[in-house]
């Protein structure tokens, strides 16, 4: 798979990575062998960019890949978070947590579940409102030089703070929600993140299943499924939202595509500083996700689909209140 960069400071990933959050929880129950498996094709076929955080169990996910990389840590790029409260091994509510400290803690808790050395890109999970920016950037900047930490990045910030920090330690990335089903980047951060030369991580690239055809009515997911609780999912919103997803399916179609091999594309065509990481547990969709960096679609295609999916035509926020109320915009 080919390369893309990430910021202007050295960091080097493959175009499409692998978000590791579901082989722990939140879409349905976990199958280590499974997922040890589906990593271990991701690196094989060059799909190396691997996503994580402390809270994917918490710690759990973490633990996953460091037992999953024993002997293969070089042939990876691998990504964690900090920054919300831990205590007792449970997330606390939505609180968050980035004093120095804290990110000290965090890196070094992390580092001994990836046994590894060094993390390649850490981001700040959510954008801690008690603690400045300046103080967060500054810490991991330490951890850079101490060999700890080698990039830096933001997860779900909002320009003001992206700025921030980037004027205290060069960011590397943000991550955020962004995909033909959600756009709420195009209008400030995207603009600014190309100005500052920084890079685009995108998660949720296929709209939770919406983009792909197998979204399901909330009521449908089991009990601590995070879909249960998406607006998307519920109701009239669902209905709503799988009459706009067909268009994608039907221009996938068109060309012999799967849909979610086709909204894949149209991200990547975005620009080259765009590396989306779509979440899977099993090889089928591994497969599926790596085999859309081949995709290549005209400007005719791109205008299609941005059209087919304008904003307008999604019905309900991609988050319920409280976990909008953590995004920084």
């Known amino acids: 798979m080919q390369k893309r960069k990430l910021g202007s400071q050295g960091l080097e990933v493959s175009a499409i990575g692998l978000g590791c959050m579901g082989m722990s929880q939140s879409y349905g129950p976990a199958d280590e062998t499974e997922s040890i498996a589906t990593l ?4 094989e076929l060059g799909c190396t960019f691997l996503d994580t955080a402390e809270v994917y169990g918490p710690y759990r996910n973490e633990e996953l890949l460091g037992r999953a990389l024993k002997g293969r840590r070089n042939e990876v790029t691998l990504a964690t978070k900090f920054g919300f409260r831990l205590k007792d091994g449970k997330q606390v509510g939505t609180e968050r947590d980035s004093r120095p400290q804290t990110i000290r803690s965090a890196v070094e808790g992390s580092l001994k579940r990836l046994a590894t050395d060094h993390i390649d890109l850490i981001y700040q999970h959510r954008v801690d409102p008690t603690v400045p920016m300046e103080d967060v950037a500054a810490t991991v900047a330490e951890l850079v030089k101490e060999g700890k930490v080698r990039y830096f990045g933001l997860s779900e910030a909002g320009v003001a703070n992206i700025r921030r920090a980037h004027a205290v330690l060069p960011v590397s990335a943000v991550q955020s929600e962004y995909s033909l089903w959600e756009r ?18 995108p998660f949720s690239p296929l709209g939770r299943g919406f983009l792909t055809g197998t979204a399901q009515r909330a009521e449908s997911y089991a009990e601590g499924d995070f879909r249960r609780g998406d607006p998307r999912f519920q109701g009239a919103n669902f209905d709503a939202n799988m009459a706009a997803a067909k268009l994608v399916q039907d221009l996938a179609a068109a060309k012999g595509v799967k849909p979610g091999q086709l909204a894949l594309a149209w991200l990547l065509a975005q620009g080259d500083f765009i590396v989306p990481i779509p979440g899977t547990k099993r090889e089928s969709y591994l497969l599926e996700n790596i085999a859309a960096a081949s995709i290549r679609l005209d400007p005719a295609d791109r205008a299609a689909l941005t059209g087919a ?16 109320s953590l995004v920084d915009r």
């Open 309 to 324: 999916l304008s904003p307008e035509v999604i019905a309900g926020l991609r988050y319920g209140e409280m976990h909008m």
């Open 184 to 201: 709420n980047l195009e209008a400030d951060v995207i603009p600014a993140l190309k100005e500052l030369g920084i890079g685009l991580v």
């Open 40 to 43: 271990h094709r991701a690196i």
